[in-house]
C-alpha cells in the first residue's frame, strides 16, 4: 500500500494573537510568527503510518512551501513517514487551491502511483477544505472528507461527518481521504524515529523537476482573487434582563431566538 | 566555535516540548501540591527513548548524548524542574554502569534503564552530610561469599521509584589509612533495601525524596561497580560532570519558565491603559531574565558538549550549575516582583519556580562546593 499524505506549513495556531491584518496591501502579516506542520495534517500522517502499520507498504510526504519547511517534514520522517518531497519554487508562489491541488497533483502522478491519497480536513490558516478533493480530480480519484473513523482490511470503511449526521462508506483504493482531528491521537516524536528520520530523504522539487503546465501553477494559475480584506467591527453590546429567574431565563430565551440560535420547535 | 545545535538535537527539542507542554504543563501545579512524582511520566518518556540519549544503541539506548540529555531535561523543568530532578538522577545510575560497569552489568541493566523499564538513583549521602562523601558511615562486609550491607542513607531521589539503585559504602580502609569505598548496584526489591521517611520538600516537589534503611541487605560479587575501593571516584565523577550538568539543565528551564511567564504577563497585563511592557522597568527585568537564559544556556551546552567529545568537564559543570541554579533564584524573585501582587497568587506559577530554585542549590553540591571546585582550578590552572 502507497500512501501519500498531504502536509501544509502554517503559522502556529498558539499565535494567533500576533496574526494581525494589513488593510492597505490586503494580506496578513505573520512575520516572526513559528511555522508548524498543519494540525488536521498531523492526523492524516498518524492514520497513514497506522495504514502502514497494519498493511505494510510506504508513507511518502508531499508539502508545496519554502525551503525553510523542510524541518517540519522532518519531523514527519520521525513520526514513520518514509520519503518526504518538498515542492519549493518561487513559481509555485502566489498559488490559490486549484493552482496547489494542480500542482500536488502532478508531483503525487509523477512519483507514483499511489493507493492513498491521505490529507487533513483543512488547513488551520485558509481552512478551505478544497485542496484534497481537488486533488482527486485532478488525478481521477474518488475523495471523501470529513473522515471521522477509519477501519481498514481488504477494503475501507469510512465515517464521514456531514451537517445533520453521519455518513458511513466502504470504498477500495485508489482514493483520497480526508480527515477531521478527532480520527485519532497523533503519536508523540520519539528519539528512535528522530534518528532513523537521519537516513530519511527529504527532496526539494523545483519547478522543472516536474512536469507541468506553468499557466496552471502559481499566481498565473490562480483564479481566485480576494477583493477586500477588512477586520469585522465585532464589539459588543450589553443587555441587563431583570426580574425572577423564570422571568430571566424567558429573557435569555428570547433573545436567543431573535438572534436566530434557537429556532422554532427546538425548545 | 560552534554555537548551533544539530537538526537531531533541534528535532529533539521539539518533540520534548510538545511532550512537556501536553503531558507535563497541565498537571505540575497539581502534582507540586500533591508532591507526587509522576512515575507515569517517567515510563511514558522512557518509551520515548527521553531517557536513554547517554546510552550506546548496542545497548538499547540512542547514543544521542549529554547535549540531548540536557535538552530533556530542560524542556521538562520549563514546567517542572521536580519531574526534572527526578529524570535527571535516573542517569545518576545510568552513566556509571556505562562507564565502569563489566559487560554483564551493562547487558543486565542498561537495556532496561534506556527504556525506563527500570528506574534508577544513587544513593551517597547520609544524615552526616553530603558533601563529606568519604566520611561514609554504611558499611559493606563480605561473609560466607556475599557482602552484607547496613546503614542509612538520606536526601535519595528517586528513593522509593528507582528500581536500581548505586549505593555507596565503606568496605574497609585503604593502605594510606583513608576510608575504602565502594559502590553497589542494588535492585529495590532486594531483602534488607528499606524504603523509609519521606522529606517534605520545599520545592522539587514533583519528585520524592527520603531515607534508605539498609539493614543486612546481601549482594553477591557480581553486584560491585568498578571493583572495590573504587566507588569514592565513581559516585564523585558522576555527581562532578553528569549530576552538576543535569542540575544546570534544570536550572535552565526554571529561567526560562520566569522569562517566559513574565513576559506572557507583561504583554497581557494593561497599566495606565498600555501593556506592561510598554514600561521601560519592566523591559529592564525582561533584559535581565533574557540575558541570564543565555548565559545559562552558553554555560550549560559548553559543559555538555565538551562531555560529548570525552572531554573532562567538572569545572564547566560545576560552573553552569553554580550559575544557573543561582540565577533561577534571582530570576524567579524578580519575574515575581514583574507581576505585582499576581506574583505571589499561586494560580501563577512563578511562586512554585522559586521554590523549585531554591530547592536546585543544595542538590549535587552547594554554590559554595562549586566555587570551592571553580576556584581550586582556577589557583592551580588559569
Known amino acids: 500500500?502507497?500512501?501519500?499524505?498531504?502536509?501544509?506549513?502554517?503559522?502556529?495556531?498558539?499565535?494567533?494573537?500576533?496574526?494581525?491584518?494589513?488593510?492597505?496591501?490586503?494580506?496578513?502579516?505573520r512575520a516572526g510568527i513559528p511555522v508548524v506542520m498543519n494540525p488536521t495534517d498531523r492526523h492524516a500522517l498518524e492514520e497513514a503510518i497506522r495504514i502502514k502499520e497494519k498493511m505494510g507498504g510506504e508513507v511518502v510526504i508531499f508539502s508545496m512551501a519554502p525551503d525553510d519547511a523542510g524541518g517540519i517534514l522532518k519531523d514527519g520522517?520521525?513520526?514513520?513517514?518514509?520519503?518526504?518531497?518538498?515542492?519549493?519554487?518561487?513559481?509555485?508562489?502566489?498559488?490559490?487551491?486549484?493552482?496547489?491541488?494542480?500542482?500536488?497533483?502532478?508531483?503525487?502522478?509523477?512519483?507514483?502511483?499511489?493507493?492513498?491519497?491521505?490529507?487533513?480536513?483543512?488547513?488551520?490558516?485558509?481552512?478551505?477544505?478544497?485542496?484534497?478533493?481537488?486533488?482527486?480530480?485532478?488525478?481521477?480519484?474518488?475523495?471523501?472528507?470529513?473522515?471521522?473513523?477509519?477501519?481498514?482490511?481488504?477494503?475501507?470503511?469510512?465515517?464521514c461527518d456531514v451537517e445533520e449526521g453521519r455518513v458511513e462508506y466502504e470504498v477500495t483504493p485508489p482514493v483520497v481521504f480526508a480527515v477531521k482531528r478527532g480520527i485519532n491521537t497523533p503519536r508523540y516524536i520519539g528519539i528512535k524515529g528522530i534518528m532513523a528520520a537521519k537516513s530519511k530523504k527529504v527532496s526539494i522539487i523545483r519547478v522543472g523537476d516536474i512536469s507541468v503546465d506553468l499557466d496552471r501553477i502559481g499566481l498565473n494559475g490562480s483564479p481566485t482573487r480576494a477583493g477586500r480584506i477588512v477586520v469585522p467591527d465585532i464589539g459588543r453590546k450589553g443587555e441587563t434582563i431583570t426580574g425572577s429567574p423564570g422571568e430571566i431565563a424567558e429573557g435569555i430565551i428570547e433573545g436567543l431566538r431573535k438572534a436566530g440560535v434557537i429556532k422554532e420547535g427546538m425548545i | 566555535m560552534d554555537f548551533?545545535?544539530?537538526?537531531?538535537?533541534?528535532?529533539?527539542?521539539?518533540?520534548?516540548?510538545?511532550?512537556?507542554?501536553?503531558?507535563?504543563?497541565?498537571?505540575?501545579?497539581?502534582?507540586?501540591?500533591?508532591?507526587?512524582?509522576?512515575?507515569?511520566?517517567?515510563?511514558?518518556?522512557?518509551?520515548?527513548?527521553?531517557?536513554?540519549?547517554?546510552?550506546?544503541?548496542?545497548y538499547g539506548g540512542t547514543g544521542m548524548g549529554y547535549t540531548a540529555r540536557a535538552v530533556i531535561i530542560e524542556e521538562v523543568s520549563r514546567y517542572s524542574a521536580g519531574l526534572g530532578i527526578a529524570v535527571m538522577t535516573h542517569s545518576l545510575v545510568v552513566a556509571p554502569i556505562l562507564n565502569y560497569g563489566t559487560e554483564e552489568q551493562k547487558k543486565k541493566y542498561l537495556p532496561k534503564l534506556a527504556t525506563g523499564e527500570y528506574i534508577?538513583?544513587?544513593?551517597?549521602?547520609?544524615?552526616?552530610?553530603?558533601?563529606?562523601?568519604?566520611?561514609?558511615?554504611?558499611?559493606?562486609?563480605?561473609?560466607?561469599?556475599?557482602?552484607?550491607?547496613?546503614?542509612?542513607?538520606?536526601?535519595?531521589?528517586?528513593?522509593?521509584?528507582?528500581?536500581?539503585?548505586?549505593?555507596?559504602?565503606?568496605t574497609g580502609v585503604n593502605e594510606k589509612g583513608r576510608p575504602e569505598l565502594t559502590a553497589f548496584i542494588v535492585k529495590k526489591e532486594t531483602p534488607g533495601f528499606?524504603?523509609?521517611?519521606?522529606?517534605?520538600?520545599?520545592?522539587?516537589?514533583?519528585?520524592?525524596?527520603?531515607?534508605?534503611?539498609?539493614t543486612d541487605l546481601k549482594v553477591g560479587e557480581e553486584a560491585v561497580l568498578g571493583g572495590r575501593g573504587e566507588g569514592q571516584k565513581i559516585v564523585l565523577a558522576t555527581i562532578?560532570?553528569?549530576?552538576?550538568?543535569?542540575?544546570?539543565?534544570?536550572?535552565?528551564?526554571?529561567?526560562?519558565?520566569?522569562?517566559?511567564?513574565?513576559?506572557?504577563?507583561?504583554?497581557?497585563?494593561?497599566?495606565?491603559?498600555?501593556?506592561?511592557?510598554?514600561?521601560?522597568?519592566?523591559?529592564?527585568?525582561?533584559?535581565?531574565?533574557?540575558?541570564?537564559?543565555?548565559?545559562?544556556?552558553?554555560?550549560?551546552?559548553?559543559?555538555?558538549?565538551?562531555?560529548d567529545e570525552g572531554v573532562?568537564?567538572?569545572?564547566?559543570?560545576?560552573?553552569?550549575?553554580?550559575?544557573?541554579?543561582?540565577?533561577?533564584?534571582?530570576?524567579?524573585?524578580?519575574?515575581?516582583?514583574?507581576?505585582?501582587?499576581?506574583?505571589?497568587?499561586?494560580?501563577?506559577?512563578?511562586?512554585?519556580?522559586?521554590?523549585?530554585?531554591?530547592?536546585?542549590?543544595?542538590?549535587?553540591?552547594?554554590?559554595?562546593?562549586?566555587?570551592?571546585?571553580?576556584?581550586?582550578?582556577?589557583?592551580?590552572?588559569?
Not at chain 1, 6 to 29: A, Q
Not at chain 1, 101 to 127: H, M, R, V, W
Not at chain 2, 313 to 339: F, G, P, W, Y
Open chain 2, 240 to 307: 562532578g560532570e553528569v549530576g552538576r550538568s543535569g542540575m544546570s539543565a534544570i536550572g535552565l528551564g526554571i529561567i526560562r519558565g520566569c522569562l517566559e511567564e513574565g513576559l506572557k504577563f507583561a504583554k497581557e497585563r494593561e497599566l495606565y491603559g498600555k501593556p506592561l511592557t510598554n514600561l521601560q522597568a519592566i523591559q529592564f527585568m525582561i533584559a535581565e531574565n533574557r540575558m541570564y537564559y543565555e548565559i545559562g544556556k552558553l554555560l550549560t551546552y559548553r559543559a555538555t558538549t565538551l562531555k
Open chain 1, 1 to 29: 500500500m502507497r500512501i501519500a499524505c498531504l502536509v501544509k506549513p502554517v503559522p502556529d495556531p498558539e499565535y494567533y494573537n500576533r496574526i494581525s491584518i494589513d488593510p492597505v496591501r490586503g494580506i496578513l502579516t
Open chain 2, 312 to 382: 573532562r568537564c567538572d569545572v564547566e559543570s560545576s560552573m553552569a550549575k553554580l550559575h544557573n541554579t543561582e540565577a533561577a533564584v534571582k530570576a524567579a524573585q524578580r519575574t515575581i516582583e514583574l507581576m505585582g501582587g499576581y506574583g505571589v497568587i499561586n494560580q501563577y506559577p512563578v511562586g512554585r519556580y522559586l521554590r523549585d530554585a531554591m530547592s536546585t542549590i543544595s542538590a549535587g553540591g552547594t554554590s559554595q562546593i562549586m566555587e570551592i571546585v571553580i576556584g581550586g582550578d582556577t589557583i592551580k590552572n588559569f
Open chain 2, 120 to 170: 534508577g538513583g544513587l544513593a551517597s549521602t547520609e544524615p552526616s552530610g553530603g558533601s563529606d562523601l568519604v566520611n561514609q558511615q554504611t558499611t559493606a562486609e563480605f561473609k560466607d561469599g556475599k557482602w552484607v550491607i547496613n546503614g542509612k542513607k538520606c536526601f535519595i531521589t528517586n528513593y522509593d521509584i528507582a528500581d536500581v539503585t548505586l549505593l555507596l559504602t565503606k
Open chain 1, 77 to 159: 520522517l520521525a513520526m514513520g513517514a518514509d520519503e518526504a518531497y518538498l515542492l519549493s519554487d518561487r513559481a509555485f508562489a502566489g498559488a490559490d487551491t486549484l493552482a496547489t491541488s494542480y500542482t500536488l497533483a502532478k508531483a503525487i502522478e509523477q512519483f507514483g502511483p499511489f493507493d492513498i491519497i491521505l490529507a487533513g480536513n483543512e488547513s488551520a490558516d485558509g481552512s478551505t477544505s478544497q485542496v484534497p478533493p481537488q486533488v482527486g480530480v485532478w488525478l481521477s480519484m474518488p475523495s471523501l472528507a470529513g473522515i471521522i473513523r477509519m477501519e481498514y482490511g481488504e477494503s475501507f470503511r469510512v465515517w
Open chain 2, 194 to 214: 528499606g524504603i523509609g521517611h519521606k522529606e517534605d520538600k520545599l520545592g522539587l516537589r514533583s519528585s520524592s525524596t527520603g531515607d534508605l534503611n539498609i
Open chain 2, 4 to 58: 548551533k545545535f544539530s537538526e537531531e538535537q533541534e528535532m529533539l527539542r521539539r518533540a520534548v516540548r510538545e511532550f512537556a507542554e501536553k503531558e507535563i504543563a497541565p498537571h505540575a501545579a497539581e502534582w507540586d501540591e500533591k508532591d507526587y512524582c509522576p512515575v507515569e511520566v517517567i515510563k511514558e518518556m522512557g518509551e520515548l527513548g527521553f531517557l536513554g540519549t547517554i546510552v550506546p544503541e548496542e
